[in-house]
């Protein structure tokens, strides 16, 4: 690190670890973009051509403007430390949500607009219209949130910000992507392991090659040559390409008439949008951890920003920034991989490249670099919160594990929706039914984390009148829906319009926080002996 004052020093724009970092980043987002085609088009047999010739170009219009944000930001705050190893928040597309907006909003409500008797094209085009106003309704809820940011962090411990981020990390960012990729043993497992080879164990590479980018070279080189070979490649079938065109995903007026369309969803919009202001919080705490001391309202802000853009311009999976900061800064990437990494994405929805290379890319070589970063984010969670913190972060990580249950749970392929719904309602004399405590568990489990480690913290200080006031708010959170949601789509409500056993289940839940809260309030009526002086 140097010691010349910032304003003398020449601060490189790109250096070799952004590389690495501008590989990694290009996976992340190219990987959820394959999710939501493969979603769309293999599951509800949307028109190919509006997903790749209009969703996706402003959706990667969102990404490019919010990487160059990030990377401002981090040359500015480079420039004013006088430190050439801050590292840029990278930003993308967002996993939960934008898996939620392909099977929970636009998958079922083109559905919808078929049995409505719309015509094909119609009913696409009216859902890629709902798709870019849910995007501006997340992105106003954003903006407005994002004032609220500095406080939030300054209230909560960092076990509750790190610990909620890290669950979400193991189960969603680790354990998802390691199905998907040892569903192709042989191209997984390789290019995981030359992956953890270069970025945990620093190995070396010939000719200084950037690992990641070798690992995802052997790894497609390994698919497409064995399952051409007839060598036994599970699943393995060519694509059927789309063929580029250029796209300028500019302003229009399309959000304005989606958003009369937007009204039976919103349940599930704002939650969905929340989720994302408190993740942003989250990983600008973990960037400070890392020594990246970024404005939580900035942070915000951009991504807000970009958010907005990416559904004015035609965009249906909103961006946040990702929690892999500190996994990119031990890869050696400084600023310029979100530079290359927006640039990339940005142009290659406007020309069609991306299109082409979701298409071409197996998972299997896609998934394992989210792996790697699941698994550092969760190392952090612990590493840079007191030790005497650790249970409470290991609390948080519990909501995650129900949420990863509710994924595949509630994938119809795996248990039919009368099942489902079934199983959530049937008494077995033991308590409530196991599935609806699963899935109440896990619906809003980012914000439920957050609210038990800091309980947990609390306690742990010996502070219970603390811990009962944390208890009650995740009482009043738990009877509207913003945590432990009753409906199985994670939707909030008014506690009185449930009914039956879902109205059983909110109010047990709610009883049982409220109850705790009683009891910590009592204990700390108790008088406490000094302690004896030394």
């Not at 040892?182 to 995981?192: D, F, H, S």
């Not at 030359?194 to 390994?222: D, E, I, N, S």
């Not at 913290?457 to 010996?462: F, I, K």
Request: with cysteine.
């Amino acid at each position: 690190m140097s010691d010349a004052p910032a304003q003398s020093r020449r601060l490189p724009w790109i250096v070799a670890g952004d590389l690495n970092g501008f590989f990694g980043l290009v996976v992340d987002n190219l990987s959820i973009l394959g999710f939501i085609a493969a979603a769309l088009v293999g599951i509800f047999q949307f028109p190919a051509e509006v997903v790749f010739g209009r969703m996706f170009p402003g959706t990667a219009l969102g990404v490019l403007v919010g990487n160059l944000v990030y990377t401002v930001m981090a040359r500015c705050l480079a420039l004013r430390s006088g430190r050439d190893d801050v590292t840029a928040m990278p930003l993308g597309l967002d996993a939960p949500t934008s898996i939620g907006m392909a099977l929970l909003v636009l998958g079922p409500a083109y559905a919808g607009f078929l049995r409505q008797g719309m015509a094909s094209d119609a009913a696409a085009l009216a859902t890629w219209r709902l798709g870019m106003a849910s995007l501006v309704v997340m992105g106003l809820l954003k903006l407005v949130m994002s004032f609220a940011g500095d406080w939030v962090t300054r209230v909560l411990p960092r076990a509750a910000l790190l610990g909620s981020i890290g669950g979400a990390a193991l189960a969603l960012l680790g354990f998802l992507p390691l199905v998907e990729t040892l569903r192709n043993p042989v191209v997984g497992i390789a290019t995981l392991g030359l992956l953890l080879y270069v970025l945990v164990g620093r190995g070396r590479l010939p000719w200084k090659v950037p690992g990641v980018f070798a690992a995802f070279v052997a790894g497609t080189a390994l698919y497409y040559g064995l399952g051409l070979a007839g060598l036994g490649v599970p699943g393995f079938r060519l694509p059927e390409l789309q063929p580029p065109a250029l796209v300028l995903p500019l302003p229009n007026a399309g959000f304005i008439a989606g958003l009369p369309y937007t009204v039976p969803y919103l349940p599930l919009l704002l939650p969905f949008g929340l989720l994302m202001v408190v993740g942003g919080i989250n990983v600008a705490e973990s960037a400070r951890a890392a020594g990246d001391d970024y404005r939580t309202r900035d942070v915000l802000l951009a991504e807000a920003v970009s958010t907005l853009v990416a559904g004015v311009c035609g965009g249906v999976a909103q961006t946040t920034p990702y929690i892999g900061q500190p996994a990119y800064k031990h890869m050696g990437a400084r600023h310029g991989y979100t530079l290359l990494a927006g640039l990339f994405i940005g142009l290659g929805g406007i020309l069609g490249y991306v299109s082409m290379l979701v298409q071409w890319l197996p998972v299997a070589v896609l998934a394992p670099i989210i792996v790697y970063v699941g698994l550092d984010i969760t190392v952090q969670a612990f590493h840079d919160s007191p030790r005497r913190h650790a249970p409470a972060v290991a609390l948080a990580f519990l909501p995650a594990i129900a949420y990863l249950l509710v994924i595949k749970l509630g994938n119809p392929a795996w248990i039919p929706a009368q099942t489902f719904a079934a199983l959530y309602e049937g008494a077995d004399g033991h308590g409530l039914p196991e599935l609806a405590a699963i899935v109440t568990l896990g619906n809003g489990f980012i914000i439920t984390a957050m609210l038990w480690s800091p309980a947990r913290v609390a306690l742990v200080g010996q502070r219970p009148r603390r811990a009962a006031a944390v208890l009650l708010l995740a009482a009043l959170l738990t009877l509207v829906g913003v945590i432990h949601s009753v409906d199985p789509r994670g939707g909030i409500y008014l506690p009185w319009s449930l009914e039956g056993v879902r109205a059983i289940i909110a109010w047990q839940f709610a009883a049982g926080y409220a109850v705790l809260a009683l009891l910590l309030g009592l204990l700390s009526l108790q008088r406490v002996a000094p302690m004896p002086q030394a």
